[in-house]
T-cell receptor
Framework: KQEVTQIPAALSVPEGENLVLNCSFTDSAIYNLQWFRQDPGKGLTSLLLIQSSQREQTSGRLNASLDKSSGRSTLYIAASQPGDSATYLCAVRDSNYQLIWGAGTKLIIKP | GAGVSQSPSNKVTEKGKDVELRCDPISGHTALYWYRQSLGQGLEFLIYFQGNSAPDKSGLPSDRFSAERTGGSVSTLTIQRTQQEDSAVYLC????????????FGPGTRLLVL
């Protein structure tokens, strides 16, 4: 059974710092991996999608990597801003084409 | 057009009562998904619709949970005889087709069962 784990559960850093969020999964047989952002009272927003054949994807200050063989992905946020404060969720699309979700990392960027 | 909308945004109910949660997907989206997000846990898949049909109901936690979709648009998730463990945020998402990678999420309904 595919399980997705995100560490840490919460993170607080000063504005301007670069940071890394971690996601691990137990079964390497995945179609893709996505990173989402969740703001309080709002829906989830897809940030980056990495296909199983890819190693990384970039969007602006965000860079996501995927190491399928080791079951790991990282989301790198450069030059963090207070507006980056949110909960970041990782989800893998498993061999049954279902999305399996991590519990998220709550990120707070202090001005 | 407008995004996915859900109502109510918050619902407080007493144990044993029935509740109905509503989801309005993005116009033209044929696939609709329901998820449950409990405190401190990842999203839990409940059910998805392609058109008005639900090919996969495997995620529904018990027979107290049911969902329907009419006219290929609005969907309602009904929880009968609510229990305290049903307290969670219920999220709805839609996509153009079920196989499309990008799902667009609504803001969720926060359900509290007292």
């Amino acid at each position: 059974k595919q399980e997705v784990t995100q560490i840490p559960a919460a993170l607080s850093v000063p504005e301007g710092e670069n940071l890394v969020l971690n996601c691990s999964f137990t079964d390497s047989a995945i179609y893709n991996l996505q990173w989402f952002r969740q703001d309080p009272g709002k829906g989830l927003t897809s940030l980056l999608l990495i296909q199983s054949s890819q190693r990384e994807q970039t969007s602006g200050r965000l860079n996501a990597s995927l190491d399928k063989s080791s079951g790991r992905s990282t989301l790198y946020i450069a030059a963090s801003q207070p507006g980056d404060s949110a909960t970041y969720l990782c989800a893998v699309r498993d061999s049954n084409y279902q999305l399996i979700w991590g519990a998220g990392t709550k990120l707070i960027i202090k001005p | 057009g407008a995004g996915v909308s859900q109502s109510p945004s918050n619902k407080v109910t007493e144990k044993g009562k029935d509740v109905e949660l509503r989801c309005d997907p993005i116009s033209g989206h044929t696939a609709l998904y329901w998820y449950r997000q409990s405190l401190g846990q990842g999203l839990e898949f409940l059910i998805y619709f392609q058109g008005n049909s639900a090919p996969d109901k495997s995620g529904l936690p018990s027979d107290r949970f049911s969902a329907e979709r009419t006219g290929g648009s609005v969907s309602t998730l009904t929880i009968q005889r609510t229990q305290q463990e049903d307290s969670a945020v219920y999220l709805c998402a839609s996509s153009f087709w079920a196989s499309q990678e990008t799902q667009y999420f609504g803001p969720g309904t926060r359900l509290l069962v007292l």
